[in-house]
């Protein structure tokens, strides 16, 4: 006896491809493993940090924090114990050239060729970086006309003001049009005019797709300008993130406080400077 034949077997359901998930992008940079110790000191202390394209973040702490020792690695400016910094995929210490052509730089206290006048400084900055001179002059015009120091362009940067000086660093960090910004306390000494001429060219810069890194003293400054932030104390990284993740639901200054720790004076502390 011949058995039935099986009933044809069903199609399977046509299910729907799952949508493409696009690659997260790369951080423009990536710190990993940092260390700096001067003799017993300890500057900085293991870290790491991803800081994604098209944001600006703030880095804070105390003095003595490693803010600058942290930025001066970052940047090729000071060799690290141990550690590794990539800008766009460049090593910071393996590949110095590609990675400095992708970053622009203004540390704080550095000496300047302030036997130069602002206009020959940013012509200097600009054939550094291997730019035609038509596009320098061009682009040296439009910086000096917008940080306000068209004035002062002939004039030897060492007659410069504290603030003139931080403003024509800055721009010889943007004249090559680099995508990573990394500014060591660029609003120092600046009046507030031209600190908000500032805060207009670093909010188009990162709207323009460019990235920055800040380091400040001024919380009201950093909230008020960043979207990430990062906090340093003794070297070690203690926060890091968007500014409402770190925030979590405080001011960044009570934030700041509760992590790195306030002093109290106490009542009778410097009693003398009251009035009897």
Known sequence: MS????PPLSEPPHLPEPPHLPEPSPPVLALRNLRKRFGSKVAVEDLTLDVPAGTMLGLLGPNGAGKT??????????????GTAWVLGADVWR????????????????????RLTGTELLRYSGLLRGMDETD???RSAELIGALGLADAAGTLVVDYSAGMKKKIGLA??????????ILDEPFEAVDPVSGETIRQILRAFVAGGGTVVLSSHVM????????RVAILAEGRLLAHGSLD??????????RFLDLVG???LGEETLAWLRSS
């Open 136 to 138: 320098i002059a061009g």
């Open 95 to 114: 590949d110095p050239a590609g990675a400095k052509a992708r970053l622009g730089v203004l540390p704080d206290g550095i000496r300047m060729f302030d």
């Open 220 to 227: 009201e400054l950093v909230e008020s300008l960043c979207d």
């Open 69 to 82: 020792t942290a930025l001066a690695m970052t940047t090729g400016l000071l060799q690290p114990d141990a």
């Open 245 to 254: 993740e770190v925030r979590a639901g405080m001011s960044l200054q009570q």
């Open 3 to 6: 058995l039935p034949e099986p």
């Open 262 to 264: 306030s002093h109290d």
């Open 172 to 181: 010889c960090a943007l004249i090559h049009a680099p995508r990573l910004l």
